[in-house]
């Protein structure tokens, strides 16, 4: 959603981005989010966590320390990792490749 919303931004100002490019050799907005850690990102949608792993219990994001990804602390990869294995997956630990498929 966020990627769209820039998107459009750039394309409403007449800009022309990758995306929308037709050669995607010419334009002039790249867009792209950086984050510090991709699990940080997985902690915002923990529906989608339990989607692709439905063992995950649903009360995971209701529990105060995953409420806003981007503060936890000790490592958001060392907690999605507990958070799979203790679920059942993962268990010789997690990769984050694999992961983030």
């Known amino acids: 959603m ?9 394309q409403q100002t007449g800009l ?4 929308i490019s037709e050669d995607k ?4 907005v ?3 989010i ?3 850690e991709l699990e940080a990102w997985f902690f915002g949608d ?3 966590i339990v989607s692709a792993y439905p063992k995950v219990s649903t009360n995971v994001g209701q529990q105060a ?3 806003k990804p981007d503060e936890i602390t000790g490592g ?3 907690h999605l990792e507990k958070i799979l294995q203790k679920a059942g997956y993962h268990r010789g630990g997690l990769e984050k490749v694999k992961a983030a498929r």
Do not use: H, P
């Open 2 to 10: 966020l990627k769209e919303k820039l998107e459009n931004i750039a």
């Open 16 to 19: 022309i981005t990758k995306t």
């Open 25 to 28: 050799k010419t334009f002039q």
């Open 30 to 32: 790249l867009n792209r």
């Open 34 to 36: 950086a984050i510090e």
């Open 46 to 48: 923990i529906q989608a």
């Open 65 to 67: 320390k995953y409420r």
């Open 76 to 78: 958001t990869w060392e």
